[in-house]
């Protein structure tokens, strides 16, 4: 298992870690700031350095129960045992923070339909809803915009599967359940706005998002509709 630092403080943009696994390009350690593929967030790139060397990361995935850390082609991993040090491209993993909280808000403001899919990428991310309506796009970026100027707090909690369970109104995606097996359910609160579960990267403030823009809204089907937001900056 791989402690997972940034499920705590999505801020962190180095740690120490040791190699635990080594296959072929891609490398395991006891504990990292690299978020994996999931939840619709690209996992984390950046570097790894050790005494005797440095190589580029350009993913990061779930793997035999921890967290593989893939190199470019060709690099050699450092072997078992070895002190590394782990550093995210910082920038690229910020934009997925102000991305992904920027759909959780968009999801606020459509409430009244289920999610049916999403994705998340630093030039454009969308959210698929469960709806056959027209939207006024003008009047969703207009209450994407307000929650993002008030300012709301962002946090994360933990619950219990039973409390989760009580309450199944709190999961509004409707073809991806929360992983279970852990005993507990992370939660992003978005204070007085959301509250639903995911093991995303977040910002601690709606006002980090910045201005975002509605995109192109797409007819994906008869009972479905994706909107496409881009940060402006």
């Known amino acids: 298992m791989t402690k997972e630092l940034f499920r705590d403080d999505s801020y962190l943009q180095s740690c120490d870690a040791t190699v635990t696994a080594v296959n072929g390009n891609v490398f395991a350690v006891d504990q990292t700031v690299f978020y994996p593929l999931g939840g ?28 593989g850390h893939i190199l470019e082609d060709g690099a050699t991993p450092p072997p078992v045992g070895t002190s590394v040090r782990l550093e ?34 630093e030039a454009k991310s969308r959210l698929d809803f ?9 009047a969703v970026g207009d209450a994407l915009a307000r929650l993002v100027a008030e300012d709301h707090a962002v946090s994360c909690r933990w619950v219990s599967e039973d409390e989760l369970d009580a309450n199944p109104e709190l999961v509004r995606t409707m073809s991806v359940q929360p992983p279970r097996g852990k005993g507990t359910i992370r939660l992003l609160e978005i204070d007085g706005v959301d509250l639903q579960p995911c093991g995303g ?23 479905n509709r ?3 937001i881009h940060l402006d900056d």
């Not at 984390?44 to 129960?65: F, P, Q």
């Not at 102000?98 to 998340?120: C, D, F, P, S, W």
């Not at 469960?130 to 003008?138: A, C, N, S």
């Not at 998002?209 to 995109?215: K, L």
């Open 40 to 67: 619709g967030q690209p996992g984390d790139t950046g570097a790894v350095r050790w005494d005797s060397g440095t190589a580029k990361v350009v993913d990061a995935r779930y793997a035999d129960g921890g967290i």
């Open 88 to 121: 995210i491209d910082w920038d690229r993993r910020y934009r997925h923070m102000r991305m992904h909280t920027a759909m959780h808000l968009l999801g606020a403001v459509l409430k009244e339909y289920g999610v049916t899919g999403g994705n998340i990428s």
């Open 130 to 138: 469960d709806m056959q309506d027209t939207v006024d796009k003008e």
């Open 201 to 223: 990267t977040h910002v601690r403030s709606t006002s980090e998002v910045g201005a975002v823009r509605i995109g192109k809204v797409e007819k994906k089907g008869r009972q």
């Open 226 to 228: 994706r909107i496409n």
